[in-house]
């Protein structure tokens, strides 16, 4: 199945602005995730806390939804959705 | 009435704003303008995820005029490289009378601050650059 990643911010900076992925059906964000992080240079320590789950500070969005922190640890990803990842806002 | 909501590079005609804020019954009108301030730093760069920051901005313009009231609300956030001095964030209320379009404005404004996914970087005097920290709640479970 296909999948669009966005990265915003110090995010967008590591990983770039877009991925546009095909990934195995019943794919996992947080392998999804890890797969990304493994492939760029300090990558992992951006994203993952030494536990392996997302630093406190990385926001997710599935589609126009926030995913809450531990649905994020399990969450199914579905055919041509976009998934959002950045840093807590500041803008005004 | 819809609340106009934009995310835009150019700069914002704030007459027009104004003109478009005066509704039937109107009596005050609230304008708030974040402008570029100089923290040490020569201009900053801002990004949007810009369907969900405009989806959102909307969302927070019909709830505040919900609660105060408010006859009509502008949201116009600037995205791109800004100098010094330039606008940012324009919010313009409308309402019957002061308090309200006060009230109404700081709720709108304070709201845009800690949930719209906009983020600034900010370019240093002394040379290199800064993300601007943001709100650590970053959006709110919808």
Partial sequence: MNLTIRFFAQFREKFGAMRELTVPEGARLMEVLHEIAARTPDGEAALFAPDGGLRDYVIVMQ?????????????????????????????? | MEP???????DVDIGELIRMAKMPGTGAVVLFDGVVRDDDID???????????????????RKGSEQYGLLSVAIVHRVGSLGLGENILLVVVGAGHRKEAF?????????????????????LRRGGTAWVEGNAEGLPPR
């Fill in chain 1, 63 to 92: 589609g126009p939804e926030r995913v809450e922190r531990d649905r994020a640890a399990t969450l199914e990803l579905r055919d041509g959705e976009t998934i959002a990842v950045f840093p807590p806002v500041a803008g005004g």
């Fill in chain 2, 4 to 10: 106009y909501i934009a995310i835009q590079e150019d």
């Fill in chain 2, 43 to 61: 201009r900053m760069d801002l990004e949007a995820y810009e369907p969900i920051a405009r989806e959102l901005m909307a969302g927070i313009a």
């Fill in chain 2, 103 to 123: 009230a109404g404005a700081i709720a709108i404004i304070d709201e845009v601050k800690a949930q719209v996914p906009i983020w600034k970087k900010e370019h």
